[in-house]
């Protein structure tokens, strides 16, 4: 046949290749349409090839569409290289329109023609077309067959991938490497699992399973289904290993949360001397990231800029998400800025960083940097700026980011519309939280916990309790999660029956058995409840020895309830676990500044000072006005308006005083001085100098919203009560615990946090 004589037609198209090149349009503009249109067919050939060659799909599309404009006639050489291209595109329209004209000028029964729109089919996701072409073929190979065998094996059809697999065979046509890589593509889910194990037998009865391209896509297929124990048989078994081998089964055992193992046999590959590539360091530095290991990631940061994998977008952007994970975004920051092109995955790794760690104002900035820079934000990067705005409850902020969302078209996506539901809450807002629920095409359980847990804040127990037996009543089981923040919504709200009724029936009614996150819960509503003794025998009673979180949470019902010997006993059994734990010293210190026991607490200090420990994280408090966060701290004196902020206070102290009969709490400074320098010290805290200053500024009639990042004090929490009543203004504070709206005079936590 023609199509046969290569040697001379390609010395042909290499001249016309280098010519069209650089001049093609030249040529056009200065020959005339007419004479170009006359042109044989072969110089059309030669710059539809030198527009491929360069991989400009659309020009090659474009020459074909012009040439056909202009009367040309395209020879079968031409049809296989525009469809190349519509396959290279996935541009099924523009294949179509060009298999009409194949017809039309009768080349479809050119076999390789033929096998092109097979292959354009195959790769723009068109089945039926595919095995339709491969069907009319005269003559079918196991090219032919692979072609279409990759197409199904794309849209992980597995069960047809078989089949016409057994098809080929009946054909007698003997597969090859590229078949078996095909059908294992297409099991790569554990509901094919089965066709998987089938194909499998056919890799090892045809004698493949030592090749190892087949054997790298059989232990990426295994890991892929969750079956890793099979994944490792088939690695251990290959006798030549390459980079793939040891990059697949790595990457199979992070991706099936075993990143301990990904690292071991990351230094088993080093040992036997393969080099890591950029894909390695991907896998074994989220490793890193998840099992928050920095010092080994540090190591691993060096070899990656031995190796000159420093620039690399997915290695840096990794190198961003694992020094993010482990705390330490100073180095993230500087990685991300090193980097000379980023891709919304670095960009969302940096932004989640700053959102996890409670810097919701530096994920905002880095948000409007992304979008100043030309980067399309997904779901992931709203996932997490919205994270970052319900961490300082910025909802201005927020809002502005939900508008985002519908401009985006992602307000159906699961994981943003969980995270809006999310930040609404944490906002203060929780009616808008479930109308944005309600919104929701399809809600899964981690909507419906953000839900449970956004009431579980606002300390509406009965509400959380609602919402649960709703999702059961769908059919949806809760997770640990969904159980930590329904326990939560009814210690919070003094719901205790309702709790232990739960806490009981975990494992009975859902098959979970209570982990220290649900230990710890019940924990904190006994002792909010007042049950200290209760509450210390459950711990020693607990089939496991409790852990540091449980015996703090005791230790803090200790603290609520003064009661010094409980606390003394919780405290003792806190540092045999963890001697160096700061905040236990600094919570029995408050215990004894609390109860007035000056001598004891000065033991306490003077031991925290002499180990160099921090006494205590300062009160912060954030509000925002005019799209800024404005952040105050216990006796701040660097605010712009510090004047007006003091002179507000005063004035709203005195007025208090008068007319709601106000009378400082002074048991809530725990330092040993004067009863005026007490009262001083009560009016600088933070929430009330954060307070003043939205009093100044918000207009009447929008709520004034405040963030702090401990639990509201008692004098605090009274004087907020009564200010909110004498100006008439709607208050929102959101303290470590839970949210307080204060209106009228009363707080919607009944005076129970």
């Known amino acids: 046949m023609m199509i046969r004589q ?68 395209p020879d079968e050489y031409i049809y296989i290289t525009v469809l190349k291209a519509c396959a290279r595109k996935t541009a099924l329209m523009q294949g179509r329109r060009i298999h009409a004209h194949i017809v039309e000028s009768g080349h479809q029964s050119n076999v390789y023609v033929c096998s092109s729109l097979l292959h354009m089919y195959a790769k723009c996701g068109s089945l039926r077309e595919a095995h339709h072409i491969l069907i009319s073929l005269p003559e079918r190979d196991v090219v032919s067959w692979n072609a279409i065998l990759a197409g199904f094996g794309e849209q992980g059809l597995a069960q047809h991938s078989v089949e016409l697999f057994r098809e080929m065979q009946q054909e007698g046509i003997k597969p090859n490497s590229v078949t078996f890589v095909s059908l294992l593509k297409a099991c790569n889910h554990i509901k094919h699992l089965d066709q998987g194990r089938f194909v499998h037998s056919q890799i090892r009865q045809l004698g493949f399973e030592s090749d190892v391209t087949v054997a790298n896509a059989l232990i990426h297929m295994y890991a892929k289904c969750g079956e890793l124990d099979e994944a490792t048989q088939v690695f251990q078994n290959l006798t030549k290993k390459d980079v793939v081998s040891w990059n697949t089964i790595i ?51 060096a070899q990656v800029r031995k190796n000159g994998l420093e620039s690399n977008i997915f290695v840096g952007s990794i190198l961003v998400d694992m020094y993010a994970r482990c705390g ?16 919304v995955v670095a960009w969302n790794a940096m932004i989640a960083g700053y959102a996890n760690h409670g810097l919701g104002h530096h994920a905002l900035e ?4 992304l979008q100043t820079n030309g980067i ?57 939280a479930h109308q944005v629920f309600d919104s929701l095409p399809g809600r899964d359980i981690v909507s419906w916990s953000a839900l449970i847990g956004g009431y579980a804040q606002h300390g509406l127990g009965q509400e959380a309790l609602q919402v649960f037996e709703s999702m059961q009543q769908e059919g949806l089981k809760p997770n640990d999660i969904t159980l930590v923040s329904v326990l939560c919504a009814c210690s919070h709200a003094n719901l205790f029956d309702d709790g232990f009724r739960i806490f009981q029936s975990m494992f009975e009614d859902v098959g979970i058995a209570p982990k220290m996150e649900h230990y710890t819960c019940i924990i904190d509503l006994l002792g909010r409840a007042g049950n200290l003794e209760e509450a210390e025998d459950l711990i020693l009673k607990m089939p496991v020895e409790a852990d540091a979180a449980v015996w703090m949470s005791m230790l803090r019902a200790c603290r609520t309830q003064n009661n010094v010997e409980v606390g003394r006993r919780s405290f003792e059994s806190l540092l045999k676990l963890e001697p160096s734990n700061a905040a236990a010293h600094v919570l029995m210190s408050n215990i004894y500044a609390a109860l007035g026991m000056w001598k004891e607490k000065a033991d306490i200090r003077n031991k925290m000072l002499s180990a160099g420990w921090i006494m205590v994280h300062p009160g ?35 007025t208090i005083k008068v007319t709601q009969g106000y009378e400082p709490d002074l048991s809530c400074v725990l330092d040993d001085m004067p009863d005026t320098e007490k009262e001083e010290q009560l009016w600088a805290h933070s929430e009330k100098l954060a307070l003043s200053f939205g009093l100044i500024n918000i207009p009447a009639g929008v709520p004034i919203r405040l963030v702090k990042n401990s639990r509201i004090c008692s004098d605090c929490h009274t004087a907020t009560k009564m200010i909110a009543k004498v100006t008439g203004r709607e208050i929102i504070e959101r303290d470590a615990k ?3 709206h204060f209106k009228d005079g009363v707080c919607s936590c009944g005076d129970y946090w």
């Open 376 to 432: 399309k934000p997904n779901g992931v990067t709203f996932g997490s700026i919205l994270k970052a705005c319900g961490s300082i409850a910025a909802i201005d902020q927020g809002k502005w980011i939900h508008s985002q969302v519908i401009e985006h078209g992602l307000e159906s996506d699961m994981l943003v519309g969980s995270a809006l539901v999310d930040m609404y809450a944490k906002c203060g807002d929780v009616d808008k």
């Open 366 to 369: 880095l948000f409007k940097d």
């Open 6 to 73: 290569q040697p001379l037609l390609n010395r042909f198209w290499n001249l016309r290749i280098c010519v069209f090149t650089s001049c093609a349009n030249l040529c056009f503009h200065h020959l005339g349409q007419k004479f170009y249109a006359a042109s044989d067919t072969k110089t059309w050939a030669a710059e539809l090839a030198a527009h491929a060659k360069h991989g400009d799909e659309d020009k090659v599309i474009k020459s074909y569409e012009t040439m056909r404009q202009l009367g040309a006639q």
């Open 738 to 740: 839970r949210f307080h």
């Open 328 to 343: 330490d975004l100073s180095e993230a920051r500087r990685v991300f800025n090193r980097l000379q092109r980023k891709n």
């Open 620 to 654: 912060v408090t954030w509000i925002e006005f005019n799209n800024q966060i404005h952040t105050f701290v216990v006796q701040d004196k660097v605010h712009p308006q510090k004047k007006e902020i003091y002179e507000m206070g005063s004035a709203l102290k005195e």
């Open 251 to 301: 990457a199979g055992n992070m991706r099936q949360g075993h990143a301990h193992r990904a690292l071991s046999i990351f230094e088993k590959m080093e040992k036997e001397g393969f080099i890591p590539n950029s894909i390695t360091f991907v896998s074994v530095l989220r490793s890193c990231g998840v099992l928050l290991a920095i010092d080994k990631g540090k190591k691993l940061h």
